[in-house]
C-alpha cells in the first residue's frame, strides 16, 4: 500500500471499518452485525471457518489503545472481555484468543476467536483465511441469536440493532 494511503486511512479517510459502522445493521460480505456494546460494535465474521469468529470495532476512529482516554480504553477493554466471555459460553471454546492488530486496516478493532480442543492448529495462531466457510442466512441468524443470548445472561447492556 502506498505511505499516501495508508496515512490516509490512519486519519480515517475511506476507512472500511467507518464505513461498515456507517452503513448500519445489514449484513455484508464481511460482517454479521451481533450489538453494540458500550464503545463498540460485535460483528459475526462472515468466514466461520473458526465457529464464532467475530470482530469487535470500536464505534470511533482510532488507531490504537492508548489513542483513547482512559475511561474509554477501559470501556472499550470491558467490551472485549464481556463479547469473549459470551463467545465462550455460547459456542463451548476451551480458549479465546483476542487479536489487536491494525495493521491491515488502522481502526482499533480486536479479532477475536474460539479455539476448541482439537483445531486445526494446536499451539498456534489459527487462521480462519486458511479456508473458508460461509453459510446460510439461518445459520448465521442462529449464530447471532446464540452470542446476544449469551451477552443477556452476562447482564451486558448490549443492545441488538
Given amino acids: 500500500m502506498p505511505r499516501e494511503q495508508w496515512d490516509a486511512l490512519v486519519r480515517g ?6 464505513r461498515d459502522l456507517a452503513a448500519g445493521t445489514a449484513p455484508n460480505a464481511f ?7 458500550a ?11 473458526v465457529p464464532g469468529y467475530c470482530v469487535l470495532v470500536h464505534h470511533r476512529h482510532v488507531r490504537e489503545p492508548y489513542d483513547l482516554p482512559t475511561e474509554e480504553r477501559a470501556a472499550y477493554f470491558e467490551d472485549m472481555t464481556v463479547a ?14 483476542f487479536e489487536l492488530l491494525g495493521n491491515a486496516v488502522p481502526h482499533l478493532h480486536c479479532h477475536i476467536k474460539p479455539r476448541y480442543y482439537g483445531d486445526p492448529a494446536p499451539g498456534k495462531p489459527i487462521h480462519p483465511d486458511a479456508h ?19 451477552l443477556r445472561e452476562a447482564g451486558t447492556h448490549a443492545v441488538a440493532p
Fill in 13 to 18: 479517510e475511506d476507512c472500511p471499518l467507518c
Fill in 31 to 37: 460482517r454479521h452485525v451481533i450489538a453494540d456494546l
Fill in 39 to 49: 464503545v463498540s460494535q460485535l460483528w459475526l465474521a462472515a468466514n466461520q471457518s
Fill in 84 to 97: 469473549g466471555h459470551a463467545l465462550e459460553q455460547a459456542f463451548g471454546a476451551v480458549k479465546m484468543n
Fill in 132 to 150: 473458508t466457510l460461509l453459510l446460510d442466512a439461518q445459520a448465521y441468524a442462529q449464530r447471532v441469536d446464540l452470542i446476544r443470548r449469551a
